[in-house]
């Protein structure tokens, strides 16, 4: 179990809604070739074992977590959950914000795009996106647009539904599904979003700018 303050943000027992975070994420990626996944955090390692089983052997995964005592924890005490998935010919970890991450990719033309980005994080979209949200808010939104290739998947896993975050993905150029996560345990929101072929994106220049 991880828990922050007496939450509870995850456990070995109830994973089923970052397995299938994981696995809508990919799905839509899985036969190109060499897919190039980013996933923020890393967790317990479920979302990545489960993005690990549904990617082909030629993808890239790199996973972004902020805490490297986590990534000590799954790459010891804990891989055997995962089958030691850090492990993985595949995986390159990165301790650092996933924003970061992304805004790297956003401000070099030339760094190849991710078909796919995966966020399982500490709190998903529950409060209404704004400008400035650091995760969640439209700059955040368009910068992920961007660090996408054309098709590419933005998956978000979220605490329950927000219209609100629908509505800012579809205003930055996504298309937009929301699921509920089965299996037992507390039902959580996941959001897949796909960037549009050709998508005209008016913010564009404002999100450079940042």
């Not at 996973?63 to 000590?72: G, L, T, W």
């Not at 078909?115 to 209404?128: E, M, N, V």
Request: hydrophobic share 40%.
């Amino acid at each position: 179990m991880i828990s922050i303050g007496g939450r509870v943000l995850m456990t070995s027992v109830l994973r089923n809604s970052e397995v299938e975070l994981a696995q809508l994420g990919c799905a839509p990626v899985r036969d190109r070739k060499q897919a190039r996944v980013l996933i923020a955090g890393l967790g317990l390692g479920f979302t990545l074992r489960a993005a690990l089983d549904v990617l082909t052997r030629d993808a890239y995964v790199v996973v972004a977590e902020i805490n490297p005592v986590v990534v000590r924890w799954c790459r010891g005490p804990l891989a055997i959950l995962t089958e030691d998935s850090l492990a993985d010919p595949r995986v390159s970890v990165v301790e650092k914000d996933v924003t970061k991450v992304i805004r790297s990719v956003v401000d070099s033309p030339k760094e190849p795009r991710f078909d796919a980005i995966i966020w399982d994080l500490y709190r998903g979209p529950g409060f209404a996106p704004q400008l400035d949200d650091a995760l969640y808010g439209q700059l955040s939104t368009e910068r992920t647009f961007r660090a996408l290739s054309v098709g590419g998947v933005f998956a978000v896993w979220g605490e329950g539904p927000d219209p609100s975050f629908q509505s800012c993905l579809r205003k930055c150029g996504f298309t937009v599904e929301r699921t509920q996560s089965t299996g037992k345990g507390p039902k959580h929101a996941i959001y897949v979003a796909v960037k549009k072929d050709g998508a005209p994106h008016a913010a564009e220049g404002r999100a450079r700018g940042r």
